[in-house]
């Protein structure tokens, strides 16, 4: 006789093993389901990796690329703040505001890659000498424009070597008392003019080529003493440079009015008026050498000189003169006497033909 409980445990079994091979057979179904979503989740990720890669390859050679540009064309970075300018800028000095006329110009043209500027100018006169030591320091000022004739200027700043003037500086009409004309229109050589005695400040790059050349010098502290001085026939001649006579004889004519433009001599020596920069603002000098080169190359240079000086030297008639040479003992190396199109003769371009 059979236990009654085996059937129910046979289906107790059967169940089971029904329940079992189902599941057993989900499982067979599922696995290359599983296998398949496993290949392509491992291909998807093997492509990103690539993509991924791939990608900063291209950002690494486009950075490697621009970092070789750059090195190949470096190019000064703009400053988020402007630059500041200090000057000497006293009123009613013609001949110095002349001169700014081409620092500004300079500064506009580079304002697309050294970003804005601030003049800041310092208005109370001083002496060459201490203008000279206020540019070293930096105290007050950190641009002057001048002349080469000063060993401490030349060695402790830093000198754009384009000279503002065409080097015109170096070429020399006096003022003089009117009734002394006939005496100086008997001068034709430089045994001549060592005759004669000249004034000038005793600070003022310049003395040291008269000197050297035997002619007689008197000196003073101040440049405004040497319109008294002439006045008082302390000396001779108070040779200007050719751009600075015509604007010094209208202000002073009125206080002394004796006082002429000498009409016969020209006295010729190589010099010129240079920018000069603090050693502490490289930047700065760059720009100023930057802007003056541009301004040569699209011609605006020769436009503003014409502008402020054709007139001037038109009206000394220089090529009439008769010219007298002196040695400039003292020029520094750096001055670019080799670049002929810097300076001007203007004994040759005066001259008719």
Same mark, same amino acid.
């Given at each position: ?53 791939? &990608?900063? #390859? @291209? ?5 490697? *690329? ?6 190949? %064309?470096?190019? +000064?970075? $703009? ?115 060592? &005759?004669? #005695? @000249? ?5 003022? *790059? ?6 050297? %050349?035997?002619? +007689?010098? $008197? ?135």
């Amino acid at each position: 006789m059979k236990d009654p409980a085996a059937p129910n445990h046979a289906r107790h079994v059967d169940l089971n093993s029904r329940k079992t091979g189902a599941h057993s057979a989900r499982t067979h179904l599922e696995a290359p389901v599983r296998g398949r979503r496993m290949r392509r989740d491992w291909t998807a990720g093997i492509r990103a990796l690539a993509c991924a890669s791939l &990608l900063t #390859s @291209v950002a690494s050679l486009s950075l490697t *690329g621009t970092a070789e540009a750059q090195a190949r %064309n470096p190019e +000064p970075a $703009v400053p988020a703040a402007p630059m500041h300018i200090r000057i000497l800028r006293v009123a009613d000095e013609v001949v110095r505001e002349r001169r700014w006329d081409f620092l500004i110009a300079a500064l506009d043209h580079t304002i697309p890659t050294y970003g804005p500027y601030v003049i800041d100018a310092y208005t109370a006169p001083m002496s060459t000498q201490r203008e000279v030591e206020e540019v070293i320091s930096g105290r007050l000022m950190n641009v002057i424009a001048s002349d080469c004739g000063h060993p401490d200027l030349n060695e402790q700043t830093l000198p754009i070597a384009i000279p503002i003037d065409k080097g015109l500086l170096g070429y020399r009409v006096s003022l003089i008392r009117r009734d002394q004309q006939a005496r100086i229109n008997k001068v034709n050589d430089i045994q001549g003019l060592r &005759l004669l #005695s @000249v004034g000038q400040a005793h600070d003022w *790059g310049d003395v040291p080529v008269y000197r050297y %050349n035997g002619i +007689p010098l $008197v000196t003073t502290s101040h440049y405004d003493l040497l319109f008294p001085m002439l006045a008082h026939r302390r000396f001779d001649l108070f040779p200007r440079g050719v751009l600075e006579i015509t604007p010094e004889l209208i202000s002073f004519q009125a206080q002394y009015p004796d006082m002429a433009i000498e009409t016969h001599l020209l006295i010729r020596y190589l010099y010129a008026q240079f920018f000069y920069v603090n050693k502490s603002y490289p930047l700065i000098a760059q720009r100023i050498k930057d802007g003056l080169e541009e301004m040569r190359k699209d011609g605006s240079f020769e436009a503003l000189f014409q502008k402020n000086f054709a007139r001037a030297l038109a009206d000394l008639h220089l090529e009439r003169r008769v010219l007298i040479d002196l040695k400039n003992p003292s020029l520094p190396n750096w001055v670019p006497v080799e670049r002929k199109e810097l300076w001007l003769n203007p004994v040759t371009v005066s001259k008719p033909g």
